[in-house]
């Protein structure tokens, strides 16, 4: 059962801009802390951004500064703003929730996040 399903993906030139959406259930949307992935060819899945249940937010380094993360409660979203965008960050984009706890773990531990969307690619050229 498809629970988060993202959207936004596309291919853009360095610098420009992307506006990724993760569309939620019900559960576990307003239950868990939600995550954004991703992963490139040949490299770990890195966590990127994530907002807790209670409007924390974490940024990984390499995106801090371009990337904000931000959840609406009342359309079950949760959408990730790239800006300045880098050849680097071309990868496939995964929304994620964790599979307890509205508070997230920093950095977000990717076993944690039991429920995952099937991805959006990403790619800056």
């Known amino acids: 059962q498809v629970q988060l399903v993202e959207s936004g993906g596309g291919s853009v030139q360095a610098g420009g801009s992307l506006r990724l959406s993760c569309a939620a259930s019900?559960?576990?949307?307003?239950?868990?802390?939600m995550g954004w992935f991703r992963q490139a060819p040949g490299k770990e899945r890195e966590g990127v951004a994530t907002?807790?249940?209670?409007?924390?937010?974490w940024y990984a380094d390499s995106v801090k500064g371009r990337f904000t993360v931000s959840r609406d409660y009342a359309k079950r979203t949760v959408d990730l703003q790239m800006d300045s965008l880098k050849p680097e960050d071309t990868a496939m984009y995964y929304c994620a929730a964790q599979g307890s706890g509205g508070y997230c773990y920093y950095p977000p531990r990717s076993a944690d996040f039991k429920t995952w969307g099937q991805g959006t690619q990403v790619t800056v050229s």
């Open positions: 907002s807790s249940r209670y409007g924390i937010l």
């Open positions: 019900e559960y576990p949307y307003t239950t868990a802390c």
